[in-house]
């Protein structure tokens, strides 16, 4: 059960810096931008490539890799986001607009082999594939009955002081104050003479960077890095945490990660293993009964 | 502007799309037409292009060498995605629309229970080249359990491979007891993790227990956790993709020493690789071992090194296989080329005498369709490759 614990809150803080980045967006912007869980996948497969690939160092591909899912969320902005913000469409084009995106994404990387037109950007096809050993230091202790993985347990501490440095970013600084304004109301800020576009193509860069990265820890730490982790691992889950927390809140999204690892691991452990999926999304079924709002999130009301 | 950019965009995505399929460029007058679906991408996508060229290997040697009788093959790759409804989708579209006179594939048994009643009810030969499940052969439209005259496997069956491997490790280490961890959600997977609990207890091997997960599980050291606890001499893995090398990478962390046993999914150098130093000794039943000698197998992987730069595959000798099986069916066929219709028809009697020499071994059908070989035991050896534990000949 120890074991099971520490597993709860590494797959927890996973799923919170990747809920994370998904909450600041729709906080701002009131979307749900569905090419965040292509962009935690993009993350993982260019600081893959460029370790195997281009043999460059872990270190400086993970800067690369950072900096390219920060590129991506630029894209996002400019090509899903901001012509259908022009145009007034509602949510709903936006969140398809990101659909297809993460599809283009996915394809890209799939097609990615030896003499394709991707070969530059990823050489495995659909195959799994994992971080060459010795990549980072990655020794395991066996302390009394548990495994403690460094790379599992260096997750913890990382995901946290990112979280906590975004929140204090959001709530104590000039650029935090601007997002929030633009998250209020994108007119009044506007006219307030907050350039809403950078702030929104900020959000969007923060994001993704974020995302990028969780992508990078997961391949680190699960030793897969596919086209399909995005989709096939966090994506749903990724909603589920921040329904939980309570949409568009950041502490939400760090506490629903954690609660989701763990309702996930006890419905293993108490329940058996085939009802897993099933016992998390009855948590989050009563979660959207009892109080829709999600744990930190403001009382639900229409907009008129 | 934003309209080009939207039509570039969207051409972009049908080029993406459509970068999966080949066909032969030139006319002749004669040409053999096959389609293969397979899962190029999605979860079978470890196999699917490992499959796609071997066939197409065998294709491009038939045609240098004047073809069959002076007529060509013409071979087209098409991508089911690992999906069930696609892959019947595309029976359907390569039976009616293209007029393939035969079809290979699907790569996946899932998807294969999808596209075998469709080529079944429209009366063409269809090889299935890797999948292994139950149902497959003669009954593909089980429950109804009348045998399927025009479904053919070149692939070994798991019912045939699971128990081979269970057995012969039993008879090397005697083992007590084992778990099985098993994906539930798809039927390979599930089809493996049945045949494991229905075999385990004849070579006196207690299961205790049998742990199951969803392919979609982020992580599965949760579930390998509650197996090693139970410290068995054995694990058994029947999974898809990527999943039992991140298993075997866990339970080794954890300490567990035991032995891996596996089905189909582990007969990949993909997976091999992906597992490392942690899957080295892990065993499985195959179809096909690399490092045979006999003459077919040595000349095939000699031209696939040749063609390719890299060794080729369990899938890829299988596709291989399945593409000199219809050659040399087509060529006793004595097919009109104007008669869609018959010509399926004398292939699919052809195929059912069809006795060649593949990379697999000597190869012949079996009274229900199902291949008759060699099964070959192999291990990981710890490096992305795999080492030769046994040879059980055909019975």
Not at chain 1, 71 to 96: K, Q, T, Y
Not at chain 1, 177 to 194: M, Y
Not at chain 2, 100 to 122: C, F, Q, R, W
Not at chain 2, 292 to 302: H, K, L, Q
Request: aromatic residues 8%; contains cysteine; proline residues 4%.
């Amino acid at each position: 059960m120890d074991q099971q614990i520490v597993i709860a809150i590494f797959i927890g803080s996973i799923y919170a810096l990747f809920a994370v980045g998904y909450t600041l967006v729709f906080g701002i912007l009131d979307i749900l931008n569905l090419a965040h869980s292509a962009v935690f996948m993009l993350g993982a497969a260019i600081t893959y490539s460029l370790v195997v690939n281009y043999s460059q160092s872990f270190w400086v591909a993970c800067v690369l890799g950072v900096a390219a899912s920060a590129l991506m969320g630029l894209v996002i902005e400019h090509i899903c986001l901001r012509p259908l913000r022009r145009r007034r469409a509602p949510p709903i084009a936006a969140l398809i607009s990101t659909i297809g995106l993460a599809l283009i994404i996915v394809a890209a990387i799939e097609q990615g082999r030896p003499g394709t037109i991707f070969r530059w950007l990823w050489l495995d096809g659909a195959n799994s594939v994992r971080f060459p050993d010795g990549t980072v230091p990655n020794p395991t202790w066996h302390v009394a009955d548990l495994t403690l993985e460094a790379s599992k347990v260096a997750i913890i501490p990382i995901s946290i002081v990112l979280m906590l440095v975004l929140g204090y970013v959001m709530r104590y600084t000039q650029v935090g104050r601007g997002l929030r304004a633009v998250a209020e109301n994108p007119r009044a800020a506007q006219l307030l003479g907050l350039d809403v576009d950078r702030m929104i193509s900020l959000t969007l860069i923060v994001s993704s960077a974020l995302g990028g990265f969780a992508g990078i820890l997961f391949g680190i730490a699960l030793g897969d890095i596919s086209p399909y982790i995005g989709r096939d691992y966090v994506e749903v889950r990724g909603l589920a945490v921040i329904v939980l927390g309570g949409m568009g809140s950041i502490p939400g999204a760090v506490v629903g990660g954690y609660l989701l690892g763990l309702i996930e691991v006890l419905a293993l452990v108490v329940v058996g293993s085939n009802a897993r999926a099933g016992v998390a999304f009855a948590a989050l079924f009563l979660m959207l009964v009892l109080r829709p709002q999600g744990l930190f999130g403001a009382q639900l009301r229409d907009k008129v | 502007m934003k309209g080009v950019r939207l039509v570039s965009s969207l051409v972009a995505a049908v080029v993406i799309a459509a970068c999966g399929s080949s066909s032969p460029s030139g006319p002749t007058d004669k040409i053999i037409k096959l389609g293969a679906i397979l899962s190029i991408t999605g979860a079978g996508g470890v196999y699917g292009p490992q499959g796609r060229d071997g066939m197409n290997l065998a294709v491009k040697q038939i045609n240098a060498a004047g073809g069959i009788s002076g007529a060509k093959i013409q071979l087209s790759i098409n991508d089911d995605a690992s999906d069930k409804a696609q892959a019947s989708q595309l029976a359907q579209k390569l039976i009616q629309q293209e007029k393939d006179v035969a079809l290979l594939g699907p790569t996946l048994s899932n998807s294969a229970v999808g596209a075998h009643p469709v080529a079944e009810k429209l009366k063409t030969p269809i090889l299935a080249v890797s999948t292994t499940g139950i149902h497959i052969v003669p009954d593909c439209n089980f429950p109804d359990t009348t045998p399927c005259k025009y479904v053919f496997r070149d692939s070994l069956g798991e019912q045939t491979a699971i128990p081979a491997n269970i057995k012969s490790y039993a008879d090397d280490a005697h083992p007590k007891t084992g778990v099985l961890l098993v994906a539930q959600d798809d039927k390979f997977s599930s089809d493996g993790g049945k045949i494991v609990q229905d075999t385990v207890a004849t070579y006196g091997i207690n299961l205790l227990r049998t742990i199951k997960f969803n392919k979609a599980e982020a992580d599965l050291s949760s579930y390998v956790t509650i197996a090693v606890k139970l410290k068995p001499d054995v694990i058994f893995i029947t999974s898809l993709g990527g999943i039992p090398a991140k298993i075997m990478t866990e339970a080794r962390k954890q300490n567990w020493t035991g032995q891996f046993l596996g089905g189909n999914g582990f007969n990949t150098a993909t997976v091999s690789k992906q597992a490392g130093a942690n899957g080295a000794g892990a065993r499985s039943a195959s179809a096909w071992y690399l490092g045979n000698n006999f003459n077919s197998n040595a000349e095939f992987v000699a031209a696939y090194r040749a063609e390719y730069g890299a060794d080729p595959d369990q899938f890829a000798a299988q596709g291989y296989t399945a593409i000199k099986v219809l050659a040399d069916s087509a060529k006793r066929a004595n097919l009109s080329f104007t008669n869609i219709a018959g010509d399926r028809d004398k292939l699919r009697a052809a195929m059912e005498s069809v006795n060649i020499d593949s990379p697999l071994g000597p190869f012949q059908f079996t009274s229900t369709h199902d291949v008759k070989q060699t099964v070959w035991v192999i291990a990981m050896d710890g490096q992305g490759s795999f080492t030769l534990v046994h040879e059980i000949k055909a019975s």
